[in-house]
């Protein structure tokens, strides 16, 4: 049996709907994006574990787009609970409204007919 790289390991996960991060043995750091050593200890027994999906906007921008292309839309930096951040979109919800701080709850959603990681607004 082939064993595949960590990246499309990632992307298998979110074809079955899961969010998984790697996790190192060593040194018990969250490691996103997928690699094959801990960037904090440099340890290469990394486990993957399913994301909780509670989230908080660290970054946020508005990309401008016009009506016809689709509108404009949001693209952010999560900081997951498990610690790891990962680039996302904060979706159903006004581009311009998403803040840093704003807790979110992380799901796999589609984009261009791909699975990706997305983000709504926390319910409270």
């Known amino acids: 049996m082939s064993q595949m790289g960590p990246d499309a390991t990632f992307r298998e996960g ?11 043995r060593s040194c ?5 994006f997928p690699r ?5 200890c ?14 908080e906007v660290y970054t946020t921008t508005t990309v401008r787009r016009k009506p016809e292309r689709g509108g404009d839309y949001n693209v952010c930096m999560v900081e997951l ?22 807790a979110v709850t992380l799901f796999v959603g589609d984009i261009d007919d791909t699975a990706a990681v997305l983000c709504k607004p926390a319910e409270v």
């Open 81 to 102: 609970a498990e610690g790891a951040r990962m680039m996302s979109r904060v979706t159903g919800f006004a581009p311009d409204l998403v803040a840093i701080g704003m």
């Open 36 to 40: 094959v050593a801990c960037p904090n």
């Open 42 to 55: 440099h340890g290469i027994d990394l486990d993957w574990q399913q994301v909780s999906g509670k989230g």
């Open 14 to 24: 979110l074809e079955r709907g899961e969010i998984r991060l790697q996790k190192c």
């Open 28 to 32: 018990g750091q969250s490691v996103f």
